[in-house]
């Protein structure tokens, strides 16, 4: 299974909402990665866990929640989003925080604020 | 600061070779990857270099050279599903990926 499964696959929110975004892997990978991309842009990163710990926080906004309940589980949750939150978010996975590089990403979750 | 070059637009005919350069400045270097994304969709994984030369799998080849920065991707016997764009990310010494924009490949019949 060389898979990262995301869902949901499209959202719709309302600036008001609570919604949460959804990853599984089932590599065995040890770090995974959400990533935000705006169309014509390159992926930007948002957050990486580590052995199921947060290592990175790219000065992401409070109201982007990430949370890591095992080791094949990333989920990001949303809360008071902005119309300009509106974007691609990938999940992403790799053997080891950065050591050998190669990212598996999902098929991305397209989140659309209204 | 850190920075990675790559063209905006590349159009080449089906069944020729495209090459597509990839300039860098990181602070700290520790691979180069080469990702392939289609419109709406993740990205794919096409290759990761970290020693000089020429790494070749199948249609797809990529070199780099570290002394100056730069690295390029070459697509032969181009086929239309190859249309998508390329990007180009190096891995800092940090272990962190830098995104290049992403090099647009439009393929003509």
């Known amino acids: 299974d060389t898979e990262v499964t995301q869902t949901p696959k499209h959202l719709v929110m309302g600036m008001t909402n609570k919604k949460s975004l959804k990853c599984e892997q089932h590599?065995?990978?040890?770090?995974m990665y959400w990533y935000k991309q705006k169309a014509k842009k390159p992926p930007e990163l948002m957050f990486v866990y580590s052995y199921e710990k947060l290592s990175i926080n790219e000065s992401v906004p409070s109201r982007f929640s990430p949370e890591c309940p095992n080791s094949s589980l990333l989920n990001l949750h949303l809360h008071a989003l902005q119309p300009e939150d509106s974007a691609l978010y990938l999940c992403?996975?790799?053997?080891?925080?950065?050591?050998?590089?190669?990212?598996?990403f999902g098929e991305g979750s397209r989140l659309t604020v209204l | 600061g850190q920075n990675i070059d790559q063209p905006t637009e590349m159009t080449a005919t089906e069944g020729a070779i495209v090459q597509i350069n990839c300039t860098y400045q990181t602070s700290g270097f520790n691979g180069l990857f080469w990702y392939q994304q289609h419109a709406g969709e993740a990205p794919t994984f096409l290759s990761y270099n970290v020693l000089d030369g020429l790494e070749e799998k199948g249609r797809f080849s990529s070199f780099l050279s570290r002394s100056k920065g730069y690295s390029y991707l070459l697509l032969k016997e181009l086929q239309m599903k190859d249309s998508a764009s390329y990007l180009c990310?190096?891995?800092?010494?940090?272990?962190?990926?830098?995104w290049g924009a992403g090099t647009k490949l439009i393929i003509k019949p």
């Open positions: 590599m065995g990978h040890r770090a």
């Open positions: 992403a996975s790799s053997q080891e925080d950065g050591s050998t590089g190669e990212l598996f």
């Open positions: 990310a190096v891995m800092d010494s940090n272990y962190q990926l830098i």
